[in-house]
Structures are given as C-alpha cells and as structure tokens.
C-alpha cells in the first residue's frame, strides 16, 4: 500500500484501523481507557506522516510503528506504577507512628499507649522477664543498640544475644497477644 496523495489519513485510518485492535489484543492490553488506541492512532499518524515509498510497504511500516509505540506505553506505564508503588510506602513509613528500631521494622503494630517515658509499664515487663531478657529489651529496644555492641558490652556472644530477644519476643507475645507485638529479625 503505497502512500497515494488522493487518499486522506482518514481514508487511510479507516482502512487500517483494526491494525491497533490487533496489536492491543496481541500484547494482551486491556485498555479500559482507550489510552492505547489512542497511542496507537498517533503512532499511525506519525508512521503516514514520515512514510517513504521507497523503503517497503505502508502496512509494515504501521505494524512496526503501532507495536513499538504500545510496547512503549506498556513499558511507561509499568515503570510509573512502580514509581507510584514506592512513592506510596515513603509515605507509609513517612506516616507510621513511630514505633520502630533503627532497622525500620515496626516494633508494636498497635499503638495502645505504650510509651518510652511510660516507667510503670516498662517496670511490668521488666517484671515478666528474665534479667538477660531485659538487657535486651533496655539495650535493642529502648536504647536502639546494635547487637555487636550490646555483645561486646555484656561479654557475651551476638547469638546469645539474639537468643535473649527470641525469648522476651516469646514471653511479650504470650502477655499481649500476636497481634501486639510484630517479630523482629536480626
């Protein structure tokens, strides 16, 4: 199909319209929107505009034209959904109450009026725990240490350490529930 100067783009268009149908449904492109026929029409507009007779048929160069512009868009559109995505758990974290240690895990999930000034409540779960249990509660959670320090300060080892939180976490969640306090990972 060569480009004939007594026919339109719209008789072109016409002619050819089920080419951006065909592409949209080959690439498995719901456009719920019409985005996509959209685009595709532009990139048909564009492919007439810039059609050279001499380097192969019309219809090709619409096939090729067509595809890569919707290929684009998809691609576009999937890298602003992911850009979206991360702007959106900035803003979580940005908004969360402030529960959490220095790793950005959150530490209670609910926030029922537990406070680091709040002594009497501290004094009770200091109460629950063992006298290791509670160097790592005061120390990791309190403090925000870092478990090599709290090891180097208490002469033990990083996975006593750890092992010492493992079991106030168990003690903690068996007082308040599961759902109270979040596990945390070293």
Same mark, same amino acid.
């Given at each position: ?15 050819n319209?089920? /080419?951006i149908y065909y ?5 498995g492109? /719901?456009d719920?929107?019409r985005?996509f026929?959209?685009e ?9 505009k ?12 619409? +096939?090729?034209?067509?595809?890569? /512009?919707?290929?684009d868009?998809?691609r576009?559109? =999937? +890298? ?6 991360? &702007?959106q ?9 402030? +529960?959490s ?7 209670v999930t609910e ?7 709040d002594?009497?409540h501290?004094? #009770?779960?200091?109460?629950m725990? =063992?006298?290791?249990q509670w160097k790592? &509660? ?9 478990l090599?320090?709290?090891? *180097?300060? *208490?002469?033990? =080892?990083i996975e ?6 493992k079991?106030a976490?168990k ?6 529930? #599961? ?5 945390? *990972?070293e």
């Amino acid at each position: 199909m060569e480009k004939n100067q007594d026919l339109s783009f719209e008789d072109i268009f016409k002619q050819n319209e089920r /080419r951006i149908y065909y592409h949209i449904q080959r690439l498995g492109i /719901r456009d719920v929107h019409r985005e996509f026929y959209v685009e595709g029409m532009y990139a048909m507009w564009m492919a007439y505009k810039k059609y050279e007779p001499d380097k192969g048929p019309l219809a090709t160069y619409f +096939n090729y034209t067509i595809r890569n /512009r919707l290929i684009d868009l998809v691609r576009k559109k =999937t +890298n602003d959904g992911q850009r979206d995505e991360k &702007v959106q758990q900035a803003h979580l974290l940005e908004g969360s109450s402030g +529960n959490s240690y220095g790793g950005g895990k959150l530490l209670v999930t609910e926030g029922e009026g537990i406070e680091l000034a709040d002594d009497a409540h501290w004094q #009770e779960i200091k109460g629950m725990l =063992t006298e290791k249990q509670w160097k790592w &509660v005061y120390y990791y959670v309190i403090l925000d240490m870092p478990l090599k320090e709290i090891a *180097e300060q *208490e002469n033990a =080892t990083i996975e006593a350490v750890k092992s010492w939180g493992k079991e106030a976490r168990k003690k903690l969640k068996g007082e308040y529930g #599961e759902g109270t306090f979040a596990s945390l *990972e070293e």
